[in-house]
C-alpha cells in the first residue's frame, strides 16, 4: 500500500482516515479522532438523508487548481458493537452471537449494499469539510473553530501516516512478530504535495468543528449541504 500512496501523493492525491460521501454534484469530508463518530454519521447520512457512501475509513483526497476533490476509497462501514446498540440496533445481527464480547473492540464491517446504502464511484469536488465529534444522545449541535496549531499537527497526521508507514508494519508468524524494517517512502516533494492538499482542507472547505448528538449533527450536515 505504500508504494501506492507514493504514487498518489506524487499526484497531489493522498490517503486519508476519515469518511466521505456525496449529495448532489458535491460532497463532504468527515475527520476526527477515533471512535469520534465518523461512521455513525456516516450512516445515519446514507439511510436517512439520500447521501452516498464514497468512502470510509481510508479516504483518498486530491488537490487540483483551486478544488479538491474525493477519488473513493473503503466503501464499508467497519463500526463498533456498542456503537450499533446505541445507534442502530436492527444491525446487531452483523455481528456474531457467541459468547460474552467487550462491546468497545468488538467491531465488523457492513457492506452498504447489505443495508439498501447507496454508492458514489465518481470523483465528487469537496463542499466542506468538519471535525466531528459525535455523541449517541441528543445534545444540540454546537460549532467552533479548530485550534489552528491543533489542526494542521492533526492533518499532517493523518496525511502522513501511510506514505510513512506509521499504520503499516510488518508483521511475521501466527503471533504477529515485528519483522523487517519498512523504508520510509516519503520525500520533500511529496511533503510539498500533503501540504498543498492540507490548506485546501482548511482553507477552501472551511475547515471547523461540531459536536453534538449524532442525528442532530447529521441534519445540521444536510442543511449545510443543500
Not at 3 to 20: S, V, W, Y
Not at 152 to 160: G, Q
Not at 175 to 191: E, G, K, M, W
Not at 211 to 220: E, P
Amino acid at each position: 500500500y505504500g508504494f501506492l500512496e507514493r504514487q498518489g501523493q506524487a499526484n497531489k492525491e493522498a490517503t486519508i482516515h476519515g469518511a466521505g460521501l456525496s449529495f448532489g454534484e458535491s460532497g463532504i469530508v468527515i475527520l476526527g479522532k477515533e471512535g469520534s463518530g465518523k461512521t455513525t454519521l456516516a450512516l445515519e447520512l446514507s439511510l436517512n438523508y439520500g447521501f452516498k457512501l464514497i468512502a470510509n475509513d481510508l479516504l483518498v483526497v486530491g488537490a487540483q487548481d483551486h478544488d479538491l476533490w474525493m477519488f473513493g476509497g473503503t466503501k464499508h462501514f467497519f463500526t463498533r458493537l456498542q456503537v450499533i446498540k446505541d445507534t442502530r440496533p436492527e444491525f446487531l445481527s452483523f455481528f456474531s452471537e457467541s459468547g460474552p464480547k467487550d462491546p468497545w473492540m468488538t467491531r465488523t464491517s457492513i457492506l452498504p449494499e447489505a443495508i439498501g446504502v447507496l454508492t458514489e464511484d465518481k470523483p465528487i469536488k469537496v463542499k466542506r469539510a468538519i471535525v466531528v465529534h459525535a455523541l449517541a444522545n441528543n445534545d444540540e449541535v454546537l460549532t467552533s473553530p479548530l485550534n489552528h496549531r491543533w489542526c494542521r499537527l492533526f492533518l499532517y497526521e493523518n496525511l502522513s501516516k501511510y506514505i510513512r508507514k506509521t499504520c503499516l508494519p510488518i508483521f511475521a508468524g501466527q503471533d504477529d512478530q515485528y519483522c523487517i524494517f519498512s523504508p520510509i517512502l516519503d520525500t520533500p516533494a511529496l511533503h510539498k504535495n500533503r501540504v498543498y492538499i492540507m490548506e485546501h482542507l482548511i482553507g477552501s472547505s472551511g475547515l471547523f468543528h461540531v459536536t453534538g448528538g449524532y442525528q442532530k449533527i447529521a441534519k445540521f450536515i444536510s442543511n449545510l449541504m443543500q
